[in-house]
């Protein structure tokens, strides 16, 4: 079966005049002072290091803007999907600065 993800579960319908709506499901971005997000630092296997930015509440195009914005101005790569922002590295203390500069309230997540 392919890509059932943006169907509900529905396959087939005997209905000849069925016509499958989708949904949408993309969420609006809300303004910075809305929104609270958390950096946390994870560790990945071989020993490696990657600060993670959750909770951030936008569309894809502002989610993958902010996320461009972060690597650029760490000068890291990294990537941004399932809703959390990823970046190689230990860049916390940046990534709280940066993002409360553009009126965020950030938190630091775990120790």
């Known amino acids: 079966m392919k890509n059932l993800k943006n169907t509900n579960g529905i396959v087939f319908s005997t209905d000849p005049n069925f016509k ?54 760490c000068g890291v790569g990294g990537t941004a999907k399932e809703g959390e922002i990823i970046l190689q590295g230990d860049h916390r203390d940046k990534v709280v600065g940066l993002l409360a500069a553009k009126g965020f309230a950030v938190k630091k997540k775990g120790g």
């Open 20 to 73: 499958f709506e989708q949904d949408s499901n993309e969420q609006e971005t809300l303004p910075a002072a809305e929104q609270k997000l958390y950096v946390r630092l994870d560790r990945l296997k071989g020993g490696k290091v990657a600060t993670a930015i959750e909770n951030y509440i936008a569309t894809d195009a502002d989610f993958n803007a902010l996320a461009k914005e972060l690597k650029a101005k």
